[in-house]
């Protein structure tokens, strides 16, 4: 784990290291997602390429049912972190 100082965080560590985290938790489930994760994110901390993933979410994202994004939601946190759902 890497500890830098609030004030050289945004220039010395966000998006330059492999991978980091930032509070994402506050948006809603689908647009929190996706900022992390998803390959054309602007803010990719994670690096995390999965095209599956990708559609799954752009899927949820974007369907009118109203409980298939919740269903598509549980399977992309399957794929984040299986072990752990």
Known sequence: M?????????????????????????????????????QTAKWKETHWERPDYDAMLQKANTTVDTQAPADMYKKAAKILAPKAV
């Open 2 to 38: 890497i500890v830098t100082p609030a004030e050289s965080y945004w220039g010395d560590v966000w998006l330059k290291k492999p991978i980091v985290t930032s509070a994402w938790s506050m948006r809603p489930l689908g647009e929190g997602l996706a900022v992390a994760y998803m």
